[in-house]
């Protein structure tokens, strides 16, 4: 797949290893990633009110988008 734009341009936020971890976790529990962070990891750091809505599925809570730091 190539580039969306020419090398320098512009910057698009990619972390292709977290990613990549996620979908393993997943696959080797067979639980969800937005189930398996609200059973595992915000409980244990008292995030009682984090959460994450992949592909915009998920949770119905309010939320607070922001572009702080988007180039674009």
Not at 16 to 29: E, F, N, P, S
Not at 57 to 64: E, H, Y
Request: aromatic share 6%; glycine share 12%.
């Amino acid at each position: 797949m190539p580039a969306p734009y020419p090398v320098g341009a512009r910057r698009h936020y990619s972390d292709l290893g977290y990613v990549l971890l996620g979908q393993l976790a997943a696959a080797v529990t067979g639980t969800p990633l937005d189930r398996l962070a609200a059973d595992l990891v915000h409980p244990p750091l008292g995030m009682a009110d984090a959460h994450f809505r992949p592909g915009g599925q998920g949770l119905d809570r309010p939320m607070v988008a922001t572009t702080h730091g988007r180039l674009d």
